[in-house]
Structures are given as structure tokens and as C-alpha cells.
């Protein structure tokens, strides 16, 4: 097998369990963007109420801390395939009841927080099992490919429900993702059957005891907050686009996908591996500066441009994967991801609730550029002690490389 982080993304789907995991995860995806915008809609049409709605949008993603603290040790507890189909079931299931005539509100939010407690396990499961799959030093190349899917997907998804919605129905929209997911279930029978990663059963004193041995280390803690914070606030000003430019918050939104996916792109496929390590910081700074500029009230051409490359620098995210990959035991990987990615959206539910507080009070200008602040900040305060304690790599190299350019 080649190695994957210096061949084309088309070697990945040589991987022959890559394919499966790479099309469940797409129809996933599909009916996650296609279902999440028909409740939206069904619940504001029932309420009139923008937070009842966003919350019905976004309610999964907060949740999932609570799933990263009681059931996350699953990720690497239950055989993979079993699992993977077992999750996309249970999102069929609750997406359909969803669609139930004459379900409440407070009952569809209960299935919706039920949805993110699910959705935390879901996510250790698939990198993990994508990290197996796949040949050593491949593990960034497949989650750049993953992440330039999700966004397509999103914005196709985004597009086709908006126009389902209007033409059919929510309802009928919420059984249509309901399909997808069975769709993503059948997908993921045709991986091979694979042992856990882990020995013992899944808990909650399993996944405490998990989640502590992680963070024990300074250094994986210095990269889930680099992981989690910075990202999550710059999410916040996205939040804010909307209120910005309500004429062209679609412009800006495709801009900014624009510019993720050339980040995804430079970040996992172009970039060297010998340098991809060093641009982590660097990176993290360009997803934040560009914003700095929004308080002056920018032209929309500007305004377009900034924010498109502002989000270039959301590839800093797999150059801290792949570090993250380095400095986690392999029985640990697929708990380390998934609290990765649950912590993730967390962050970013609550950098949004932040920024739309401070947009609030002062203006959604404003807002965004105290954010993009206090993102550099974090950045800045996590290199400082990152250098501080990592020595001579300043903490930005992965284990073997740090090794090998110490000895060097």
C-alpha cells in the first residue's frame, strides 16, 4: 500500500473498507443537513420562535458533551462495524419519529438531545476505525477527504432541502433523512468484521477513567484546547453572518466552505509532510486575523475575500489531529477522536451563544472582532506554553518527527 499522505486522494479508495466508510459517512451527512433543516423549519413554523429552532438545529451538538462523558469509552469497546450500523439504525428510528404527526415540541428537543448523546459514540467509532484502516502516515489525508465531503455534502444538502422543504413538506423531508440514514446503515455492512481496539465492556467509570487518562498529559491537553477553542470562536463569528449582512449571509457562508475546502486541500494533500507540523500555529492565526478587518465594515467583495481566507486556516485542525494521533496509545485512539470531535462542537454551540450575546449589546461588527480577538489570544497563550514545555520542537512536531529533529 502507498503512503497516503504523499499519493493522490484517489489512492485512498484503494483502501477497499475505505470506500463503505467514506459513502456511509456521506449519506450520513445528507440526512444529518437534510433533516436538520426540515425540523428547523417544523419547529419555527409551530413556534415562531428563533431559539426553539436553532436549538432544534444545533441541540445534537451540545449534547454530545454529556455522550463524551458518560458513554464515549464505546468508541473503542465495540466492534466497529457493528457499531457504525447499530448508530445509523437508531438515527433512522429517532429522524422518523421526528415525523410523527402530532409530536410536541418538548418531545421532539428530548429526541434531538437523545440524537447528540448517540452521536458522540458515532464519531470516536468512524476515526478511529478510519485510523486503522488506513496505512501509517494516511490518517490526515483521509480526514482532509472526509472533511472536504462534509462540506460539499453540507452545502448540496443544504441546497436540496431547502428546495424539498418548500416543495413537499417537513415531515415528509425528516422521512427522507430517515431513509438516507438506513441508506448509511447498509453501507456500513460491507466493512469487515473487526475486533474492539479495547479490552472490557463499555461504561461510564470506563469512559471517566478514559477521559482522565488523556487529559493527564500537558501535551494532549495543550492540543484539544488548540483543537476545541480557537476553532469553536471563529464558528462564533460565523454564527454572526446573518446578522451582519442578512442580504448576503449565503454569500458569505459559500465563501467561507470555499475557503475550507482549499484549506483541506493545501493542508492534506499539497503541503509537504515535513512542513505540514510547523504551519499549526500559523494557521490557527490566519483563521482568526482576517475578522480583525470586519469591525472597519468592509465592501461585500472584501468582506467575501477576508472571510474566504480566514477559513483556509481551519486545516490547522488536521495538523493538530495528526498530533493528537501521535501522542494517544492505539487503545486509545478511536476515545481520543471522539472526544476530539464531541469537544469540538461544543465549543463551537457555545462560542456561537457568545457571540450572539455580545452581538446583542454592542453590533454583530463588533462581535466578530472581539472573537477573532480573543481566538488569537488563545492561540497565543497555547504556543507560549506549548514551546514552554515541549523544548526545542516547541511542541508543534509530532513524537517521532520531534525525535528525529532533535537527533538531527
Known sequence: ??????????????????????????????????????????????????????????????????????????????????????????????TAALALPGLSVPAMLAVVLVQGLIASVGGGVRWGLLHEILPEGGYLTGRSLFNMMHGLTQIAGYAAGGFLVAVLSPRLCLLLAAGLYGAAAGLTLLLSRRPPRAAGRPSVAATRRANARLWSARPRRHVYLALWIPNGLIVGCESLYVSYDPGSAGTLFACAALGMLAGDITVGRLLPPRLRPRLGVPLLVLLAAPYLALFLRPPLPVTAVLVAVASVGFGASLVQQERLVALTPDDLTGHALGLHSAGMLTAQGLAAALAGTVAQFTSPATAMTATALASLAVTLTLTVASRRDAGADGGLLPRPAARDARAA
Not at 473503542?76 to 437508531?90: I, M, N, Y
Open 1 to 94: 500500500m502507498p503512503d497516503t499522505s504523499r499519493t493522490s486522494y484517489t489512492a485512498l479508495f484503494g483502501t477497499p473498507e475505505f470506500r463503505p466508510l467514506f459513502l456511509s459517512s456521506a449519506a450520513g451527512v445528507a440526512a444529518r443537513t437534510v433533516g436538520g433543516l426540515a425540523l428547523g423549519t417544523l419547529v419555527f413554523r409551530a413556534t415562531d420562535s428563533p431559539l426553539l429552532s436553532a436549538l432544534s438545529m444545533f441541540g445534537p451538538a451540545l449534547a454530545q458533551v454529556a455522550g463524551a462523558t458518560l458513554f464515549l469509552s464505546g468508541a473503542d469497546r465495540l466492534p466497529p462495524r457493528a457499531a457504525l450500523t447499530g448508530l445509523s439504525l437508531a438515527f433512522a428510528v429517532t
